[in-house]
């Protein structure tokens, strides 16, 4: 059991996560989902409404979307998802004449079922994350940290 302490208010809860981006949100929706019992707490450094100007985007690994999938969210996202089907990773310039390859993601002449990523707006991504999580019951502390913490 954490204790937070808000604007000197004492609340004990059961598990506290510090952090509101991708991973904590889909931390505290899976564990919350998986023992509904538990009171589940998430604080965020960053105020509520710095998601409307983040134009950011995520790489979501297949595992991580199918995890979505398993959370419920992962059909809401993908008509907003770009799957990446191949990646090159090259120590060179464009311009430069030999450019050796170091590592490679996906395959163009044996192409899978499945993307080995998406890229997924940050708006969308975050923002069904939160969704599910108010609608879960879990609550969202926006624009403090985490500077201590008790077990018990």
């Not at 409307?52 to 995520?58: F, G, H, K, L, N």
């Not at 998406?118 to 969704?131: D, E, I, Y």
Request: aromatic share 4%.
């Amino acid at each position: 059991m954490a204790k937070v302490d808000k604007d000197t208010a004492d609340t004990r809860v059961d598990c506290l996560i510090a952090g509101g981006g991708y991973v904590g949100l889909s931390v505290a929706v899976a564990i919350k989902q998986a023992a509904p019992h538990l009171n589940v707490a998430l604080v965020d450094a960053a105020p509520e409404d710095a998601l409307s100007t983040d134009e950011r985007a995520s790489a979501i690994a297949a595992a991580a979307s199918r995890m979505l999938d398993q959370l419920g969210l992962w059909q809401g996202m993908i008509k907003d998802a770009q799957p990446i089907n191949e990646m090159i990773v090259t120590d060179s310039r464009t311009s430069d004449p030999v450019r050796p390859v170091f590592l490679t993601f996906g395959d163009v002449e044996e192409p899978s079922n499945e993307p080995f990523a998406h890229m997924v707006p940050n708006k969308v991504l975050v923002g069904a994350l939160r969704k599910k999580a108010k609608a879960l019951g879990i609550s969202l502390t926006h624009g403090d940290t985490v500077a201590d913490f008790e077990t018990g």
